[in-house]
């Protein structure tokens, strides 16, 4: 019989964290992290990690795992993961994958096996070259032109997606999106369900600006700095909420543009979590405007896909 799982997708801001804390105690479940960034130690404001006294609530899974300069694919994610679920089901806890990271959550929970196209370092040295002689710009330019799909889901600023994709194409003659096609198909290696949480545009928008405002009132900055001072990572460099804040601290931008910018990328990233969300026709999708009413919900939908 497969491991029973729940999986807790949707935008960033929308309230996933309080959601899952609250489910987790009900169903007597544990956390794991879905979120790219707070993997790495020493990025916890401006990733909104979780507090120790959110933490000591329930026991959570691959937060903190790596410092910021150390490699971190989404394939050492699916070892971990699938490690991590049998670890808590092993003990008759309910594993509860919680996280925007929409290729976090497929890499783990489907039959997903990762591109085997083999490194070609002498093409990634020239497409690096390329972005420092011409500019990372155009580099993205050409992988929209030959891998759209791809395209559409990388960050414009993610060098090291960027070129790795063209690094593919430029090795096999076939883009990245032609290779993910052959090698896999939607399919749960888990008995999961799905739950996407969503909330009305506007209301969704404003909690996006709060947090912000509070990521900056909390020390978001000397965050900032502090890594800075480390020997700021690319990781860092290329994360929604720190490469906004590293303009303002070196003076090349005022504070209130810093601040704009940021709510402005968090507004496209979240947009952006909700495209790849509703792609996948097994996520359920809940208002949780009324977070008492989409916790009732949820339950019912546990109870009758697990009788729980």
Not at 13 to 41: C, F, H, N, P
Not at 109 to 125: C, L, Q
Not at 210 to 216: A, H, L, N, W
Request: include cysteine; aromatic fraction near 8%; glycine fraction near 6%.
């Amino acid at each position: 019989m497969k491991t029973r799982i729940i999986a807790i997708v949707g935008p960033t801001a929308v309230g996933k964290t309080a959601l899952t804390l609250s489910l987790a105690e009900k169903v007597g479940g544990e956390v794991i992290s879905a979120d790219s960034m707070q993997v790495y130690r020493g990025m916890d404001i401006g990733t909104a990690k979780l507090t120790p006294a959110e933490r000591a609530r329930i026991p959570h899974h691959l937060i903190d795992v790596v410092e910021p300069g150390e490699a971190f694919s989404a394939a050492d994610y699916q070892r971990l993961a699938r490690a991590a679920v049998d670890d808590i089901a092993s003990r008759g806890r309910l594993p509860i994958f919680s996280g925007g990271t929409g290729m976090y959550i497929r890499a783990a929970i489907d039959d997903y096996n990762f591109v085997t196209v083999s490194n070609n370092p002498r093409v990634r040295d020239e497409l690096r070259r390329q972005a420092r002689d011409t500019g990372l710009s155009q580099l993205y330019v050409r992988l929209a032109d030959l891998d759209p799909p791809v395209a559409a889901r990388v960050h414009k600023n993610d060098e090291r997606r960027i070129i790795r994709a063209l690094e593919v194409f430029e090795t096999t003659g076939h883009p990245l999106s032609f290779w993910e096609s052959q090698k896999d198909a939607r399919q749960a290696i888990y008995d999961a369900v799905f739950i996407g949480l969503d909330r009305p545009r506007a209301e969704l928008y404003a909690r996006i600006e709060q947090r912000v405002e509070t990521m900056v009132a909390t020390g978001l900055l000397d965050e900032v700095r502090a890594l800075m001072t480390r020997g700021i990572s690319l990781v860092a460099h290329q994360a929604l909420g720190y490469k906004e804040v590293i303009p303002f601290l070196e003076g090349r931008c005022s504070f209130q543009e810093m601040m704009e910018t940021i709510k402005r990328e968090t507004r496209r990233y979240a947009k952006r979590q909700l495209t790849w969300f509703r792609a996948d026709a097994r996520v359920q999708w809940l208002n949780v405007s009324d977070e008492a009413k989409a916790q009732a919900e949820i339950m019912a939908i546990l109870a009758h896909r697990f009788g729980l």
